[in-house]
């Protein structure tokens, strides 16, 4: 691994990054990876409850009176996806299902919320998606409709990472204030409300907690709602800006991943009496991976220094590196797998576990195709007149 991680010597970084690198190794070191366990929600917890020991998850859920750090973030989001996939997705959706609540929330809402998920003893979750609106956010029809000193809720939300057993969902519903995204507003719910059933857990193609929700006259009180009535679709992409970087990040880790186990595999596996590693066209297709790896590292840390030094909230460069590290991803294990041949497809290989859990960092918090949207609006903008 310490190919991969003598990069953190790039100008993006300050000391105290580099003193978080080695105790993300550390941490990593003191947990193996296990794809398969007796009971994964007890797994998940037990992950969350360590990462918070180690004073990770303050990373992605601050103490009250500081500020993100991205690179740290992404650092982060790297080491662990690099180790183990699993352990990224509960440490990013502790930030992910609170960054709406600590911006946006009242004194009260952080104060119950934020410490617990900061502890890792309080597994929160966002739910957004819906059977019939991923990547449409705004077409949405899960409704909040206002009864009295509260809310009603009703609808269904599908693919919703750490359902089952999240304490808290940060919950986007229509609440009707005006057409398409300002009609929506962002609540806090907590798991045992009535009204709120989960279904069964959705089997994705790579380790990973989710299932969906159902919400039937489900009650909440108005003062768990986030933020002020409109301003849902606001708190939900303010988590995404900060986090879609550090997806690009996760991709970065998973490729780099991939990478050392090619390595390892073409320099001691022969191929026409000679190691693979003296063929050229195996040459060729690791300067690939490599390349690919560091220009999407550069489009991952270059928007998280932007983000923290220049304070920089646009999506440009936060879409960019998502784009850029979840499709790199892709391709560097497609270019394993293909160097691995058929040991690449085997069930129970690592490459075939990395190409699976590689595959849906193009979709989640964002497709690739939105990303490429938001990308050329923001290019065109200065071009076209003004609606």
């Known amino acids: 691994m310490a190919a991969g991680w003598t990069l953190w010597n790039w100008p993006f970084f300050d000391p105290s990054h580099h003193s978080l690198a080695e105790q993300a190794l550390d941490w990593n070191a003191g947990h193996p990876a296990h794809d398969e366990v007796a009971d994964e929600f007890a797994h998940c917890r037990a992950i969350a409850r360590d990462l918070g020991d180690a004073g990770l998850l303050r990373h992605v859920v601050p103490e009250e009176g500081s500020d993100y750090d991205l690179r740290a973030i992404c650092l982060l989001r790297e080491a662990l996806t690099y180790h183990h ?27 119950k919320y934020l410490g617990p998920c900061r502890d890792g003893r309080h597994i929160a979750a966002l739910a957004l998606t819906e059977p019939a609106s991923g990547s449409d956010v705004a077409n949405m029809t899960t409704s909040a409709v206002k009864d009295g000193t509260g809310y009603v809720v009703n609808g269904d939300k599908t693919l919703i990472t750490n359902a089952g057993f999240a304490d808290h969902y940060l919950l986007i ?58 301003q849902g ?25 991939a990478l050392d186990e090619t390595m390892g ?88 576990q990395l190409y699976r859990e590689a595959r849906p960092m193009r979709i989640y918090e964002g497709a690739s195709e939105v990303q490429k949207l938001i990308i050329a609006r923001a290019l065109l903008a200065p071009w076209l007149p003004k609606a």
Not at 186 to 194: M, N, R, S
């Open 233 to 257: 679709f606001k708190v939900a992409m303010g988590a995404l800006d900060i986090f879609r970087p550090s997806v690009g990040a996760a991709g970065v880790g998973l490729a780099r991943r």
């Open 173 to 230: 519903a229509r609440t009707g204030e005006a057409p398409g995204s300002r009609g929506l507003s962002a609540f806090v719910i907590d798991a045992e409300t009535p009204g709120l059933t989960v279904g069964p857990p959705i089997h994705f193609i790579a380790p990973h907690p989710g299932a969906a929700l159902h919400f039937s006259d489900c009650r909440i009180s108005a003062d768990q709602m986030v933020g002020v009535p409109g």
């Open 85 to 111: 996939a699993l352990h990224d997705v509960i440490f990013s959706m502790q930030g992910i299902g609170t960054l709406g609540i600590r911006k946006f929330g009242s004194e009260l809402l952080r104060a």
């Open 265 to 352: 595999r073409v320099t001691t596996r022969h191929l026409f009496g000679k190691p693979m590693a003296e063929l050229q066209a195996v040459q060729m297709a690791l300067a690939d991976m490599a390349t690919d790896i560091d220009l999407a590292a550069l489009s991952v840390y270059r928007a998280a220094w932007e983000r923290d030094h220049l304070g920089a909230r646009g999506s440009y460069a936060a879409s960019m590196a998502k784009l850029a590290g979840s499709e790199a991803a892709g391709r560097v294990v497609d270019r394993a797998v293909q160097l691995f041949g058929g040991m690449g497809v085997t069930q129970g290989n690592l490459i075939e």
